[in-house]
């Protein structure tokens, strides 16, 4: 049986849609799975991707665990080896309208725009040391705690635009992950080349059912700064703990994928460096970036 996608865009128009990622070379057809009206699959890379048009409300069912559905206006982001290479194949693809910048940790990216508003960027990835990696992953909290000090309950509640997060979604959400990834480092740590079996993850519906819109942030980023200080004290005691792994699987018939203590460093790190850019944006919209 061929493998459902986890991961969906929803899409206004799909057969515009189709020729944009065919012609940037990032999706081919996935001719493995049936055909249905207003939904194609596709590859990215290697993994099965779902592009589901505007007829189609549950898109959720055509996904397989853990689902994650992004609409348009949302940023899709591609690590490149080589900034270079790629915006270079973009210029002689015809991709005129290319806006450059910088990721949060001074990356140079190019961004440019699909035909149902989310926002497309290549940025250069970054090579850093362990030590560097480890490091950024501490100091997140230092950051985040920065960023929400002072911030009122009624500021805490503002968003960029209507379809984001609050500040305070955005946070309890951050204590969310660590939370979820804690026994991911752990096993590792203790029992590296195991299965770890993992339950579903839909962020959407936790930041829904544990009211993330409304709790007080006082006790996430207590959770956060808890679990990242007690991985930093195992890592200190464990010291070849860099290369331990799992093989991560969403149910016992999912294939698994293999992580390490470092691959998961460096994503906790980089996603807790993405939603603290998130923050300090949402702050200079409402110009309240005073002093953080």
């Known amino acids: 049986m061929a493998t459902r996608s986890k991961v969906a865009l929803k899409v206004n128009d799909l057969s515009a849609s189709i020729a944009f ?26 993994q099965p991707i779902l592009l589901a048009g505007p007829t189609i409300e549950d898109v959720r069912s055509h996904l397989d665990a853990p689902r994650i559905v992004f609409k348009p206006g949302d940023t899709l982001d591609f690590g490149e080896d080589d900034l270079a290479v790629r915006r270079a194949d973009l210029a002689e693809k015809g991709f005129t309208n290319l806006e450059e910048g ?25 090579k850093r040391s362990p030590e560097e990696i ?13 960023l929400v000090a002072g911030l009122t309950d009624e500021q805490l509640n503002l968003r960029r ?4 997060w609050t500040i305070r979604q955005v946070v ?37 059912v544990q009211d993330n819109e409304h709790r007080a942030i006082g006790p996430s980023l207590a959770l ?9 004290q195992l890592l200190q005691h464990i010291p070849d703990h860099w290369e331990r792994s799992i093989t991560v699987k969403y149910s016992c018939d999912d294939e698994g994928h293999k992580v390490t203590v470092g691959g998961l460093l460096e994503g906790l790190a980089e996603h ?11 702050l200079q919209k409402h110009e309240l970036t005073e002093g953080k």
């Open 21 to 46: 990622y065919e012609r940037l070379g990032l999706l081919t057809r996935d001719d493995s799975q049936p055909a249905e009206a207003d939904l194609v699959y596709m590859l990215l890379g290697p």
């Open 102 to 126: 910088h990721m949060p940790n001074g990356s140079p990216k190019l961004t440019l725009q699909d035909p149902n508003g989310y926002k497309i960027v290549f940025y250069q990835r970054r």
């Open 134 to 146: 480890v490091a950024l992953y501490t100091k997140g909290m230092d950051e985040l705690e920065s």
């Open 161 to 164: 635009s209507p379809t984001e």
């Open 172 to 208: 309890n959400h951050l204590a969310d992950s660590d939370s979820l990834f804690l026994m991911h480092f752990k096993t590792a740590l203790a029992q590296p080349g195991s299965t770890f079996v993992r339950p579903p993850y839909d962020q959407e519906h936790w930041v829904k």
């Open 224 to 232: 956060s700064r808890a679990i990242r200080t007690h991985i930093v």
């Open 272 to 282: 807790l460096e993405e939603h603290c850019e998130e923050i300090r944006a949402n």
